[in-house]
């Protein structure tokens, strides 16, 4: 192979690698966006199928309405599940509502 086909073909797989680059980065970018999107619905989520037997009335963090609260909220989850239980899922949440952009639980 002579000097000017190998700078050819060099320049070629340059070329091929920069537009693969750019695809993969397109497709980065579009996977980031559907996962800050799909964040943001789960933390304004509110189930709709609520009833009394899911909160404990007794509760003493319940309080009338909370069950219209987002679900990832203090308001819903000490409600359903008690100060401490709520407080772990929360904190265990956090780091994944953070990295999609999300101010704050």
Not at 65 to 83: I, V
């Amino acid at each position: 192979m002579d000097l000017v086909q190998e700078i050819h073909d060099y320049e070629t797989r340059r070329e091929i690698e920069r537009a693969l680059i750019n695809v993969v980065r397109l497709v980065q970018r579009a996977q980031d966006r559907q996962f800050r999107e799909a964040v943001r619905e789960l933390g304004s989520w509110t189930p709709e199928c609520v009833n009394e037997k899911v909160f404990n009335l007794q509760n003493p963090y319940y309080s009338q309405g909370d069950e219209r609260a987002p679900f990832f909220s203090e308001t819903y989850l000490y409600s359903l599940l008690g100060k401490e239980d709520a407080r772990t899922l929360l904190a265990l949440m956090r780091p994944v509502f953070r990295a999609a952009g999300w101010p704050s639980l």
